[in-house]
């Protein structure tokens, strides 16, 4: 071939490569997502097992482009059969769970994917060992795979014939959506579907390698366009699950994954353009490779990141074009929070400024709404002068001798220091206590006082703003369950022949199909944990009626229903450590309520801890049932509440038309 020709083919080879490798960096970035953020939905589950085979797949054909011989690919062949031999069950594992959320349930499906499994374990050594399904190989870069063996072409049957029949199956699913959202999604993996199928099937074994320039540039590009519209299908397909299953809003799903997208797969194919890019680079600017290769990278990450913030207000405009006013606002309050450190912060700066400007070496500032008096929030000085102060200061005379003593002071002298009484805005409320040590001096200048208005007024804001705050976050507290509720029930899609939406319950999360694991995660957190903070089962009726008895803590309220619920499980009589019937409540008492580690309950119990584990998730099981039946004994009660409600109304309605007749 010119010169010219072979530059173009080692091009597109090259591309070809870049898109390989950017195709295991989004289809491994994208397993990641789904397995982090949305692993409690079947259909994330199935589709990560999908974009698992892609992943593997696409990892032996970006290693292929660098092999040398076939000796060398071999190894690489082999491992893309992993990925397609599991495919087709892959395929029907992810029909099966879209069809089986529209509530269309299949014991032929389920058996398919079984069977589906079994063919692919099946497939794999016939794939490595023998030469029935492939054998030998041709080796050339950009071409290089195995050839055909006697029952390729029965595997290829079964390949599509999945693969169709998946396709149907997605087809089916879309039917029964009731709503244009569930409908939209639905299409979107209708029209990707074929995706996974298109980028795993090797089909370079249909055909014999092309020899001639022109046959080669067409096969390569079309390979390029090819891979570049698999990418896309798979990212959509991404998308598309990444709703399935969840309780965070469509807003947040959406904000979440494509800022992923930008910031992990998009800014990592970029890095891998450049290093496929850089031996030229290197070699026009006469520099060492490793010299330019590791600014540049450095040069990118950096330059990518900067990017992406300067255009993060573009995206979020596009992504929240509905609720951008909203959104603003949420981000704003999120930004002018105050917690325990800022405020502790705040108070020292403010401290630290009064002393410094009056010249002072000890002084505090103490929260007097404690019950057991004035509680220490910061100070400076000898601690023991502050807790003497503390002990005998008296907030009464120094509210009287406020109000009594002249107008624009700042400070009243009391035992040797100068107190200044924090109050709110509307001054109907003291909030804190700031005190100085007022040492020899019984006067301050006119600055001083300017200054020390100022700052004590800076204090009260502070306190002022942390009250606020936990107020607000009291009430988030109560209403977080029933928000968690409400995005439950805005997440449950509607499809022909599953439940309506009058048949779920909005106060009660029994009636998920995660419940057992809600249960489980609950324990898990037992003593204090995000799994209990942010737990559905803080929706429950039960925990909301226990609130009173808690303070209105709900996590205490929660760990309180889930001990009762965990003591209904107790057998009557004296406790037996080693008795069958005392099992399963000594596992949830040592494991959860002592906290003791699986090996120390294993040892007190006198079993195996592989025997342990499964006599475990029996007894969570049971613990779910008993919170199950809580909580239907308490909605029932609500139920026969209401009804005799309803039946007294009526009895007085029905008095008072008698007495008007009469």
């Known amino acids: 071939m010119e010169p010219l020709a072979i530059n173009l083919i080692s091009l597109l080879s090259s591309l070809n490569r870049a898109i390989s490798i950017a195709i295991v960096i989004l289809s491994f970035s994208l397993l990641v997502y789904i397995l982090t953020y949305n692993l409690r939905s079947s259909v994330a589950r199935s589709f990560s097992t999908l974009i698992a085979c892609v992943c593997i797949t696409y990892t032996g054909d970006a290693a292929l482009f660098a092999t040398t011989s076939l000796e060398s690919a071999m190894p690489w062949l082999k491992l893309q059969w992993i990925g397609i031999a599991f495919t087709p069950a892959a395929y029907l594992h992810f029909s099966d769970s879209l069809l089986r959320t529209t509530n269309s349930l299949s014991a032929l499906r389920r058996w398919a994917v079984r069977a589906g499994y079994l063919i692919g374990f099946i497939l794999v050594p016939l794939?490595?060992?023998?030469?029935?399904?492939?054998?030998?190989?041709?080796?050339?870069?950009?071409?290089?795979?195995?050839?055909?063996?006697?029952?390729?072409?029965?595997f290829s049957a079964y390949f599509f014939a999945t693969v169709i029949?998946?396709?149907?199956?997605?087809?089916?699913?879309?039917?029964?959506?009731?709503?244009?959202?569930?409908?939209?999604?639905?299409?979107?993996?209708?029209?990707?579907?074929?995706?996974?199928?298109?980028?795993?099937?090797?089909?370079l074994l249909l055909a014999s390698t092309p020899s001639t320039f022109l046959s080669q540039a067409a096969f390569f590009t079309m390979l390029f366009v090819g891979n570049l519209g698999i990418a896309a299908m798979i990212a959509v397909m991404a998308y598309s699950v990444a709703y399935f299953g969840v309780l965070t809003p469509d807003r947040v799903v959406k904000h979440n994954l494509i800022h992923f997208l930008l910031r992990g797969p998009l800014l990592a194919t970029v890095v891998i353009f450049v290093f496929l890019a850089m031996p030229k680079v290197a070699y026009i600017l006469n520099l060492p490779r490793e010299a330019v290769l590791v600014a540049t990278v450095a040069f990118v990450i950096v330059i990518g990141q900067l990017v992406i913030n300067l255009a993060k207000p573009a995206i979020d405009q596009l992504v929240f074009h509905r609720d951008r006013e909203e959104v603003v606002w949420i981000q704003e309050l999120d930004r002018r929070l105050l917690t325990t450190t800022d405020l502790q912060q705040a108070l020292e700066n403010i401290l630290a400024a009064l002393c410094e400007v009056l010249r002072v070496r000890t002084g505090f500032i103490a929260n007097v709404g404690a019950r057991s008096g004035p509680r220490l929030e910061t100070y400076y000085g000898s601690q023991e002068v502050i807790e003497s102060a503390l002990r005998t200061v008296k907030v009464d005379a120094l509210v009287a001798a406020a109000r009594d003593g002249r107008s624009g002071e700042v400070f009243v002298r009391q035992d040797g220091f100068w107190f200044a009484l924090l109050r709110t805005q509307s001054r109907d409320t003291i909030l804190g206590l700031l005190a100085l040590e007022a040492g020899d001096r019984t006067e301050l200048t006119e600055h001083e006082r300017e200054v020390a208005t100022a700052l004590v007024a800076q204090a009260e804001r502070a306190l002022e703003d942390r009250a606020l705050q936990h107020n607000v976050f009291n009430v988030l507290r109560r209403i977080i369950p029933e928000l968690e509720q409400v995005q439950r029930l805005r997440g449950t899609t509607r499809y022909a022949g599953s439940p309506g939406l009058e048949t779920l319950s909005l106060s009660s999360p029994i009636h998920s199909p995660e419940f057992t694991q809600m249960v489980r995660d609950a324990l898990n957190h037992y003593w204090g944990g995000p799994q209990l903070a942010h737990s559905p089962l803080l929706g429950l009726r039960v925990v909301q009626e226990s609130l009173a008895q808690h303070q209105g803590n709900p996590v205490r309220a929660l760990r309180a229903v889930l001990g009762q619920a965990i003591a209904n499980l107790r057998p009557d009589g004296e406790r037996k450590i080693t008795a069958a019937e005392w099992l399963l409540y000594n596992i949830l008492?040592?494991?959860?309520?002592?906290?003791?580690?699986?090996?120390?309950?294993?040892q007190h119990l006198a079993m195996s801890e592989s025997d342990l584990y499964r006599k475990q998730r029996i007894a969570i099981e049971e613990v779910a049932r008993a919170l199950k039946a809580m909580e239907q004994q308490g909605i029932a009660r609500d139920e026969a509440e209401k009804s005799a409600t309803t039946r007294r109304t009526r009895r007085k309605q029905d008095q008072s038309l008698t007495m008007q007749s009469r």
Request: hydrophobic share 45%; glycine share 8%.
């Open 127 to 154: 794939a490595f060992w023998t030469p029935l399904l492939v054998y030998d190989g041709i080796h050339s870069p950009g071409l290089t795979q195995f050839r055909a063996g006697p029952l390729f072409w029965l």
């Open 589 to 602: 008492e040592l494991k959860f309520i002592q906290g003791l580690r699986v090996r120390d309950v294993a």
């Open 165 to 203: 029949w998946g396709a149907y199956n997605t087809m089916q699913a879309r039917r029964r959506c009731l709503t244009h959202t569930s409908r939209r999604r639905m299409t979107y993996l209708a029209a990707s579907f074929a995706a996974p199928a298109l980028g795993v099937f090797p089909y």
